[in-house]
């Protein structure tokens, strides 16, 4: 009896190991311990392959018997107001709140334990901003796993300037005791992003390993059928160097939707106009030969590049323009060829389309690509129109969405897709705890996470 490992290393295999990983985690079992008759499978077609993957994990196509159950509850003593939770895997969890008395807002660090209501809290930096007008617009976060560290990054506009601050947090669990040398959070470094003087409004900030983007919008009084152009703050720490693109600026692209989403080497980014709209792929390493040293003192100035032909590759659709909604991958996509599942969904009909982009692999240049980018929709499906939607997460595989559905009365609907893959047409939508809904309002509900490789979802 062989197993998973021993497969040819070829689409076919990689796509069923995107699968097994997936449907694994939600067992909570080792993709290694596969058993697979291979002999029942010797043409090693997609659909041989898959029958016998399915007959091994003993699980239907569509996961129809899997069963979603509230395992745990924590109470969070984080202060007068709280404006941020952000979930990392092995349960650390990271708030912002604010002191109604001093004005002052801090962030924490918390380990949830196996048991319910065990909550430890590793580390508080305070303070770190006062005044509500200072509170972070956008805070990210990821792990250092080899150097055994958190990097939370919060990005804040001031109305006329704005600013990184980076924050660290040792994994270690010899950090996280009253009696260590060091404190286990602390605030590391910060760096201007935004010149002074200009009126800006923050958009996303992302992290992939030592790389974090940043993008904002100049507010800057134009005529009301201008479009909006943003920026794009590249940054990479290790490096110590930076980089900013003005995106847009060449082509009138830019509309009311601007996403972006930073991949291994490489900064996806979707612009809307009214018709459609344009993919644009960057090569970060193309990007950062030509960056300035970043510093504690250094502040990057936007600088708009005309010659956009060698950095980056473009795809029009019309799933881009300004009548979609564009939903890409919370998590980090690792995979190589670089492959983003991505959701269009019809505001005004509900209807939602799947579909994959494609990364050429290499550097991204005119004389060094393999190809432009590719869109391939995998699958259509329904959404409900009426209800306004909110929390959106697709998960890495494209397996799997969640999102929020708003009632009128102010309470949610945690709604579940699952995805066709090779040799399967339909999707499976399904509401999760319908009969056991969550007792929380939309008003008060201030993140879902979807853990795609565990099976765990978190309000």
């Known amino acids: 009896m062989a197993k998973f490992a021993d497969l040819p290393d070829d689409a076919t295999c990689r796509e069923l ?4 990983s997936t449907a694994y985690g939600w067992k909570r079992l080792n993709i290694d311990d596969i058993p697979l008759n291979l002999d029942n499978c010797r043409e090693a077609s997609p659909t041989a392959l898959r029958r016998e993957l399915l007959q091994a994990l003993r699980i239907d196509a569509n996961w ?32 912002l709140s604010r002191n109604g008395l001093t004005d002052i807002a801090y962030l924490s660090a918390w380990k949830v334990g196996p048991n319910k209501n065990s909550l430890r809290r590793l580390g508080k930096v305070e303070p770190v901003f006062r005044g509500i007008s200072l509170l972070p617009s956008k805070i990210s976060a990821t792990v250092h796993t080899k150097e055994e560290k ?12 704005g600013y990184l601050q980076f924050f660290t947090l040792s994994l270690r669990p010899e950090d996280w005791g009253t009696n260590a040398p060091y404190p286990a959070l602390f605030l590391e470094d910060s760096i201007d992003v935004i010149p002074n003087g200009s009126r800006a409004r923050v958009h996303d900030i992302q992290i992939y390993d030592s790389i974090i983007i940043a993008s904002y919008t100049e507010l800057s009084q134009p005529p009301a059928n201008d479009p909006l152009y943003y920026d794009l703050i590249v940054l990479d720490i290790e490096q110590q160097h930076a980089r900013s693109i003005n995106v847009g600026s060449n082509e009138d692209t830019v509309g009311d939707k601007f996403v972006f989403k930073l ?13 459609d709209g344009v993919a644009s792929v960057y090569d970060l390493k193309i990007l950062l030969e030509s960056s300035s040293p970043a510093n504690t003192t250094f502040s990057v100035q936007p600088e708009t590049i005309h010659d956009t032909g060698s950095l980056r590759t473009q795809y029009r659709s019309k799933f881009f323009s300004a009548q979609y909604s564009i939903y890409l991958p919370l998590e980090s996509i690792s995979q190589t060829p670089i492959d983003v599942p991505s959701i269009a969904v019809n505001k005004e009909t509900g209807e ?11 550097r991204i240049s005119e004389d060094e690509r393999e190809g432009p980018i590719l869109i391939e929709p995998q699958t259509y499906f329904q959404m409900r129109p ?74």
């Open 17 to 20: 190991y995107a699968l097994a």
């Open 64 to 95: 129809k018997s899997e069963s979603t159950r509230v395992k745990k509850r924590v109470q969070f003593n984080h202060g007068d107001f709280i404006y941020f939770v952000h979930l990392l895997h092995d349960d650390i969890v990271f708030t």
């Open 150 to 161: 958190a990097l939370i990054v919060a990005l804040t506009e001031t109305g006329t300037n």
């Open 263 to 275: 991949l291994p080497d490489a900064v996806l980014t979707i612009t809307s106009r009214s018709e």
């Open 352 to 362: 939602a389309c799947l579909f994959r982009l494609e990364i050429p692999k290499g």
């Open 386 to 459: 009426g209800p306004k939607l909110d929390f959106v997460n697709l998960g890495p595989t494209g397996h799997r969405m969640i999102w929020m559905e708003i009632l009128p009365s102010d309470g949610v609907r945690i709604m579940n897709a699952v995805f066709p893959t090779s040799g399967e047409k339909d999707t499976v939508i399904s509401e999760l705890l319908p009969q056991n809904r969550p007792p929380v309002k939309y008003s008060d509900c201030l993140a879902l996470w979807l853990d795609e490789r565990r099976g765990r979802i978190t309000v």
